[in-house]
C-alpha cells in the first residue's frame, strides 16, 4: 500500500531524509521509531502530500505522492504531531467544516459527522466549544476528523504524546480496531511499549535513513515477536541449583543469570543444540517446566540501536 | 458555499471585535461628518449655501472612511493565514480536499465581507450630503466602488504577507508599512520628483512624474469625483495599478500556499 524508495528530503542544506525506504503491506499496522530529528515527521509530512521529496518515490496505492495530491488526501488521513483545532468552534460545527473540506455532501455528510461523534465519544458534547474539552477528548476529535472521509490510510505522527495512561490504552485500542478493519496505518512514536503492544511491524529510522538492529535488520517483527538467537530461559520446580550444575556441565551451554527458579542460559549452535539441552535437563530429573527463547522488547532493542552515544 | 467562507464568517462574528469595530468606525465617522459640518456651516464666516455644506460633508465623509478603513483591514487581512499557523490547524487544511484557491477565497471573501460590512454600515453617514444637495447618486456610487477596489487590493495584499510570515503580529506589521508606503510615501516620490522635474502643471506633466500617485489610495479615490468623461486616464490608470497589485498579491500567496506545508 505504500512504497517509499530512497526517499531524499533536505532543509536549508541540512538533510531530513537521506534515501530511506520501507513498504507497507495493505491493511499492515507499521510503527516508525528513531531519536528526534530521525526524518520521522519529515517522512510522514511527505506521505500526506505537505512536503515535496528532493529525490526519491514515494507511491500510496500505487499512486505517486507528487503527482497527484488530490487523489493521495482523498486516500490518505493525517494527525500531526501538534494538534490544530479550531477552539472557537463547536465539536459538531469542527466535524461539518472539515466534511465539507473533504467535499462530502447530503446524506453522506450528516452520517460521517454523527459517526464521527459516535466515534469520538463526543456525541453528548456535539455543542460544546473545542476550548472546553480535554486534551484527550480532543485528540479523539481529531481522529474523529482524520477518519471522516474514510481514507484507506491513517498517517499518524505521534498521536500519543501528552495523553494520560487511560487515553492512550483507548488510542491502543482504536488504532488495533481500525488496523482490524482494513486500514493500513503508519504511525510515530517515542512510546515504544504502545508500539510494541499494537504495531505489525516496527521500522527503525537515524538520521534520515534506514537503521539496524545488531542483525542487520531495518523492520523489526512485532507479531509474533521475534526471539533472539542462541538464549534460552529454563524454569523449573525445586531447587535451581542442581539445573545450574547440570546445564553448566553441558558443552556449549553458558549460564548467564540465575534468578529463583529460572536460569538464562547461552546455546553455542542451532536449534539441535537446544533439543540436546532440553534432554539432557530432563534426563537429569529435573522438572522443567518452561523452556524457550526470551525476546527483547522493543524498547531493549532501541537502546541497542540507538542508545549507543546516550546514557 | 465555499467551506472556508463559512467557517471565516462564522468566526468573525463570534469574536469581540465582530462589533466592536464596526461600533467604533461609525462612531467616529460619525463624530468627524458632525466636525465637518460645524466647520463649514458655522466657521466660515460667510453665508454658504446648502449645496457648498453637502459637497463638504461628502467629501469630509468619503476621505475619513477611506482613512479608517485603510487603519482596520491589515487587522481582517495579515492575520488570516498566520492564524492557521499559529494554531497548526494549516495542515488540517492543506491536507483536506480544499485548493489552495480554495483558502485564498474564504480568507479574502470573509475580510472583504467584514469591510463592506463597514462600507455599507457607513453609507447613512456619507448620504446625509444628500440632505443638503450638491452630490448626487454617481458620487456616491463611484466612492464606494473606488473605496471597495483599494480596500479589496489592501486585503489581497495583506493575505499575501500573510502567507509570506508565521507571525501574525509579523504580518500584520508589514502591512501596516504598505498602506503607510502607499498613502504617504507615493505623495512624497511625487512632490520631489516634481520639483526636480519642474513639471507643476499636471496637464503638461510627464506620466512619469505622474506615476507615484497612481498608487496612492488618495489621489485614487480624489480622481473617482472627476465627471464621468475624465475618468480616463487618471483614475483608469489607479484602477489598473491597484488590479495589478490584487492580481500579483494573489498569484505570490497561491505559490507560498502550495508550498505552505512545509511551514506546519
Known amino acids: 500500500m505504500i512504497h517509499i524508495e530512497q526517499i531524499r528530503k533536505s532543509y536549508n542544506g541540512t538533510r531530513g531524509l537521506d534515501s530511506f525506504s520501507l513498504r507497507i503491506g495493505a491493511g499492515e499496522l507499521c510503527g516508525l521509531v528513531g531519536p528526534n530529528g530521525a526524518g520521522k515527521t519529515t517522512l510522514i509530512k511527505i506521505l500526506a502530500t505537505l512536503l515535496p521529496p528532493d529525490g526519491g518515490q514515494a507511491t500510496v496505492a500505487g499512486i505517486d505522492v507528487t503527482q497527484n495530491r488530490a487523489a493521495i488526501k482523498a486516500l490518505v488521513g493525517y494527525m500531526p504531531d501538534q494538534p490544530g483545532l479550531y477552539q472557537d468552534m463547536r465539536v459538531k460545527e469542527f466535524l461539518e467544516f472539515f466534511a465539507d473540506a473533504f467535499r462530502i455532501s447530503g446524506a453522506r455528510r450528516s452520517d460521517a459527522v454523527d459517526h464521527g461523534l459516535q466515534r469520538s465519544g463526543l456525541a453528548e458534547r456535539s455543542a460544546a466549544f473545542v476550548e472546553e474539552l480535554s486534551f484527550g477528548m480532543k485528540q479523539r476529535l481529531l481522529l474523529a476528523k482524520t477518519l471522516l472521509h474514510e481514507p484507506k490510510v491513517l498517517l499518524l505522527d505521534e498521536p500519543a504524546t501528552g495523553l494520560d495512561p487511560l487515553a492512550r490504552i483507548d488510542l491502543r485500542q482504536r488504532l488495533r480496531e481500525l488496523s482490524n478493519q482494513g486500514l493500513t496505518i503508519l504511525v510515530s512514536s517515542h512510546i515504544l511499549a504502545d508500539l510494541e503492544e499494537i504495531c505489525d511491524r516496527v521500522a527503525l529510522i537515524s538520521e534520515g535513513r534506514n537503521a539496524v538492529d545488531a542483525s542487520g535488520q531495518s523492520v523489526l517483527e512485532m507479531q509474533p515477536a521475534k526471539p533472539q538467537a542462541a538464549m534460552y530461559e529454563i524454569e523449573v520446580l525445586g531447587e535451581i541449583q542442581p539445573a545450574v550444575a547440570v546445564v553448566g556441565s553441558i558443552a556449549g551451554v553458558r549460564v548467564l543469570q540465575s534468578e529463583g527458579q529460572a536460569l538464562l542460559v547461552e546455546i553455542a549452535g542451532g536449534p539441535s543444540n537446544a533439543a540436546a539441552l532440553l534432554r539432557a535437563v530432563v534426563g537429569s530429573g529435573l522438572d522443567v517446566v518452561r523452556f524457550e527463547r526470551p525476546s527483547l522488547t522493543l524498547e531493549q532493542r532501541y537502546r541497542q540501536i540507538f542508545g549507543g552515544g546516550r546514557q | ?264
Not at chain 2, 8 to 21: N, T
Not at chain 2, 56 to 81: H, K, R
Not at chain 2, 137 to 153: D, G, H, N, Q, R
Open chain 2, 1 to 264: 458555499m465555499n467551506p472556508m467562507v463559512r467557517k471565516e464568517l462564522r468566526q468573525r462574528m463570534r469574536e469581540r471585535k465582530g462589533w466592536i469595530l464596526p461600533s467604533l468606525y461609525l462612531f467616529v465617522l460619525s463624530a468627524i461628518t458632525v466636525l465637518a459640518y460645524y466647520g463649514v456651516a458655522f466657521t466660515s464666516g460667510q453665508e454658504v449655501q446648502g449645496f457648498q455644506v453637502g459637497v463638504a460633508l461628502f467629501f469630509a465623509a468619503a476621505y475619513a472612511q477611506l482613512c479608517l478603513l485603510l487603519l482596520l483591514v491589515p487587522i481582517f487581512s495579515a492575520a488570516a493565514l498566520t492564524i492557521e499557523k499559529e494554531q497548526r490547524t494549516l495542515a488540517g487544511l492543506l491536507t483536506s480536499l480544499l485548493r489552495a484557491a480554495d483558502i485564498w477565497w474564504g480568507k479574502f471573501v470573509a475580510s472583504l465581507l467584514f469591510v463592506l460590512l463597514l462600507l455599507v454600515a457607513g453609507l447613512p453617514v456619507v448620504s446625509a450630503a444628500f440632505a443638503f444637495g450638491g452630490i448626487g447618486p454617481w458620487e456616491v456610487f463611484m466612492m464606494t466602488l473606488t473605496t471597495l477596489l483599494i480596500l479589496a487590493s489592501i486585503s489581497a495584499c495583506g493575505l499575501y504577507w500573510s502567507s509570506a510570515f508565521r507571525r501574525s503580529v509579523h504580518a500584520t506589521a508589514v502591512t501596516y508599512v504598505t498602506v503607510v508606503a502607499l498613502t504617504v510615501v507615493t505623495f512624497v516620490v511625487f512632490f520631489i520628483t516634481e520639483s526636480l522635474r519642474g513639471a507643476h502643471d499636471w496637464s503638461t506633466m510627464p506620466a512619469s512624474v505622474k506615476v507615484p500617485l497612481y498608487f496612492n489610495p488618495i489621489f485614487f479615490l480624489t480622481m473617482a469625483f472627476a465627471p464621468p468623461r475624465e475618468l480616463y486616464p487618471e483614475w483608469g490608470a489607479c484602477a489598473a495599478v491597484y488590479l495589478a497589485i490584487a492580481l500579483l498579491s494573489v498569484l505570490l500567496t497561491l505559490h507560498n500556499l502550495r508550498r505552505a506545508g512545509e511551514g506546519t
